[in-house]
């Protein structure tokens, strides 16, 4: 069973706090009381193990904390100590996530609500320590719910939901946050830290429920099938991630109405997209230079507005459609890659194309990518998609090719 | 346009190479005759263990059109031919998976074949073999369930012998001298064995059965749940815990609806229940969970839940107290305790029988000289002994006496 820790902080009103986006999750972490973590360094999702521990050493957490031998165990751990009740926290970057995923591919069909922290590294080789999101798409199509955060604040609050979200027995799925290396997990920002007894009144304590592995209700986990059980079982995983859209609904709603604050609309932020001709599309860090662009551009007349994805799995189908319909050409800039895949283009260009298939309206679609490796998305970065946008838009036409923002050439 | 479909049943691990060469000798033997052909398992079965009942196919056809259309599924639901490599089987197949029990005849056809290896009279084995809506043909080749060919064995013929019998129930698909030619270029082939396969071309006997032949039992079936009926996160229930056995004595546990394993036995023991010593080793030591606590402490062994493995027999500390016998010698699954309260001395005369049972309690581990098999075949066939090749059961039961 999960254990309450003791000494709760007192009451009150948020605080305020300069903290980096790993420091942020860590009190989130804190306020929701995590029982079971697991560790292993690997840049920039180490500076989240840090933070954890100073809680622990300082008194303001207690749980377990167990530093592994390598990503496949501390994940493994993780998923154990769940399925016993605990409520539990891991996180890795890079090739140190990608060490794991012989366990992150058990967790979704085991159910185990694992919350794990990405600080989004670019993969080995060559050994590289920046942003690129190609890690946590490792896991896309497996059932781990993944969302992408942009700010210190957005990586505190998203924790909690995050928690809300995954234990709740309609769901019971493991859950990725991806933040982007050094852009988040390194950078410094002013955050509110809600009081424990907010916090208490958003997010009730795990449950496993019929599936808690206790003598008390003797059950086997993960029992060997065959060919005749394995389509029910995938399909039962696929209806938890279905429910798990409106579970994301209410939860935000109720963050609003405990905190006071955080999007009405979960699943992505749309900046002025109102009247946009050309509608950019990323995750993460990168709607920073989106967003002033945007505005440098509005200056001179042009209407470009930005729609940066929360939510990647599940995947807001209809609402991105709705928002997207409305442009006259969409610049999608991924800071990933899916090499070979059609146009050549990065995953979420090539999502974003597949949801766009049934639409009504389907403007052009250009597909961009950028910043990989932890290198900067420029202003002249965002210039340069939002004209070939509005090339297309006057054609009419995608030119059906993806183009590489900032490479040498 | 025509087409050949053959399955042979086989216990897995011991007999998954017999099986292997008999549907690759079908397929490369239609191939004399330019017919196309496919020869796989079933990959569901599990036939890298002991003794799980596990299913081979065959399919032979005129065209490759007409392969394909009989092969677009997971595996064929009619066959022509049934081909069986241990008689125990005529009890019944449950898969690996365990979704109850096929009756070995199910798939065969009207007027189709149930090939098989037995010793056994045509009677003895329609005991066994559960009633089918439809005639079909017993072809019986009379030999002892092969365990040759199992790597540490030698060869024994038997897959020649089954492919020779093959081509006198499906002589327009298989010639004799087709399955002849395909065994001689085989690997494993050779001259001597081309004999074994003419001489089984013309010994096979075989009897129409009618469809008020055979063991009326309806056999134990269960219905797969729903997506959404399932419990989630590759999660089941543990079995309860179970309760005395009467009158406050005794322990008998909940045991699984599901999972049964009747024909994953080629032997079951039988208990001296007069010389327990309720030393308790054949409860600790049963992987299966298979011995319930009789009031009187001695040990009764539930048939639902035995495989036949053995480790009872081999931990029992008291000469003669747990044997195993041979299944084929039973035809029901009954409580032996019950039987030795109800009769201790009919029991004891019983139990004695089943001991003595020799007939067909011996598989073949392959031939150590040229014309065992004539030699062992007049032998067992005339007097129901097993000279010359004693498998591992045989040489427990030999010094077994009540």
């Known amino acids: 069973m999960a254990v309450e820790t003791k000494a709760a902080p007192a009451a009150g009103a948020d605080k305020e706090l300069l903290i980096s986006g790993s420091e942020a999750v860590a009190e989130a972490l804190t306020l929701a009381d ?30 377990e904390y167990i530093v592994a031998e390598g990503e496949h165990s501390q994940f493994e751990i993780v998923k154990h100590a769940s399925t016993v009740g605990a409520r539990v926290f891991c996180g890795s970057s890079g090739v140190g996530w990608a060490y ?225 319909s409305k442009a006259k050409a969409i610049g999608v800039v991924d800071r990933d890659y899916s090499f070979g895949s059609p146009f050549n283009a990065g995953v979420v260009a090539t999502e974003i194309r597949a949801a766009m298939y049934n639409a009504d309206t389907r403007p052009p679609l250009l597909s961009f990518i950028g910043g990989l490796g932890g290198r900067e998305v420029t202003l002249e970065d965002v210039y340069k998609a939002t004209d070939l946008c509005y090339s297309a838009a006057n054609s009419g036409k995608s030119d059906a090719k993806t183009h590489w923002l900032g490479v040498r050439e | 346009m025509s087409a050949l479909i053959c399955e042979v049943v086989y216990r897995g691990i011991f007999q998954k190479n017999l099986a292997a060469r008999i549907v690759r000798g079908i397929v490369l033997s239609a191939r004399k005759a330019d017919r196309w052909g496919i020869a796989f398992g079933r990959y569901g079965d599990s036939p890298q263990r002991n003794g799980i009942p596990a299913k081979d196919f065959a399919i032979v056809a005129d065209t490759k059109e007409e392969l394909e259309q009989n092969m677009a599924r997971y595996e064929p639901k009619h066959v022509d031919v049934t081909i069986v490599v241990d008689d125990t089987l005529s009890k019944g197949v449950e898969s690996w998976a365990w979704y109850g029990l096929q009756p070995i005849n199910k798939l065969t056809v009207p007027n189709g074949t149930v090939l098989m290896t037995s010793l056994q009279s045509f009677d003895s084995l329609l005991k066994d073999i559960h009633k089918k809506d439809a005639p079909y043909n017993l072809a019986l080749l009379r030999a002892k369930a092969s365990f040759a060919g199992l790597w540490v064995y030698r060869e024994d013929h038997t897959e020649v012998r089954i492919l020779g019998a093959l081509a006198k129930i499906a002589p327009s698909f298989l010639t004799l001298d087709a399955v002849c030619e395909a065994i001689k270029e085989s690997d494993w082939g050779s001259d001597l064995k081309v004999a074994s396969a003419r001489k089984a071309y013309d010994r096979i006997e075989n009897r129409q059965v009618a469809i008020t032949e055979g063991n009326d039992e309806i056999p134990f079936s269960f219905e797969m749940p729903k997506w959404w009926e399932m419990r989630e996160g590759v999660t089941i229930p543990a079995i309860p815990v179970g309760k005395p056995k009467e009158a406050g004595k005794g322990y008998v546990p909940e045991r699984n609806p599901y999972f049964k394993k009747y024909t994953t036995r080629t032997m079951r023991p039988v208990i001296d229940f007069d010389t327990c010593v309720k030393c308790n080793l054949c409860w600790i030591s049963c992987p299966d969970s298979v011995f319930d606590v009789m009031p009187d402490g001695t040990f009764d062994a539930a048939m639902e839940a035995c495989c036949g493995c053995g480790v009872c027999e081999a931990v029992c500390p008291v000469e003669n107290c747990i044997t195993m016998v041979n299944e084929q010698a039973f035809s029901d699954n009954n409580s032996q305790w019950e039987m030795w309260r109800a009769d201790k001395a009919g029991y004891k005369t019983w139990l004695g029988a089943k001991i003595a049972d020799k007939v067909t309690t011996a598989r073949s581990h392959g031939f150590r000289f040229r014309g065992q098999y004539e030699e062992e075949l007049k032998t067992e066939l005339d007097t129901g002994g097993v000279e010359i090749t004693t498998g591992i059961p045989g040489e427990n039961a030999a010094h077994k006496s009540v």
């Open chain 1, 34 to 63: 995590i029982d079971v973590v697991t560790a292993y360094p690997i840049r920039p999702y180490d500076t989240v193990m840090q933070a954890i521990a100073k809680k622990i050493s300082g008194g303001q957490l207690q749980a």
């Open chain 1, 100 to 324: 794991a995923m012989e366990c992150l591919v058990v967790t979704p069909p085991l159910r185990v609500p694992m919350i794990a922290l990405v600080g989004n590294r670019a993969l080995d080789d060559p050994g590289a320590f920046g942003v690129e999101h190609n890690d946590a798409l490792f896991v896309r199509d497996l059932g781990w719910m993944l969302c992408w955060v942009d700010t210190s604040q957005e990586a505190l609050d998203t924790t909690l939901i995050a928690y809300r979200v995954a234990e709740d027995r309609r769901v019971f799925l493991p859950l990725a946050i991806s933040a982007d290396g050094a852009f988040l997990t390194h950078s410094q920002a002013i955050t509110m830290v809600p009081p424990k007894e907010k916090v208490d009144r958003f997010l009730p304590r795990y449950n496993r429920g019929d599936l808690l592995l206790h003598p008390d209700n003797p059950i086997t986990v993960a029992p060997q099938a065959n060919e005749d059980w394995v389509i029910e079982i995938r399909r039962q995983n696929d209806e938890a991630m279905k429910r798990a859209s409106a579970v994301v609904e209410e939860a935000y709603a109720d963050f609003r109405k405990v905190f006071g604050r955080g999007p009405e609309n979960p699943w992505f932020e749309e900046y002025m997209t109102e009247d946009a001709d050309v509608i950019l599309v990323g995750m993460g860090t990168i709607s920073l230079p989106m967003k002033v662009g945007i505005r440098n551009m509005r200056a001179q007349g042009k209407k470009v507005g930005l729609l940066r994805l929360r939510w990647f799995r599940p995947f807001a189908t209809e609402k991105v459609v709705a928002v997207l």
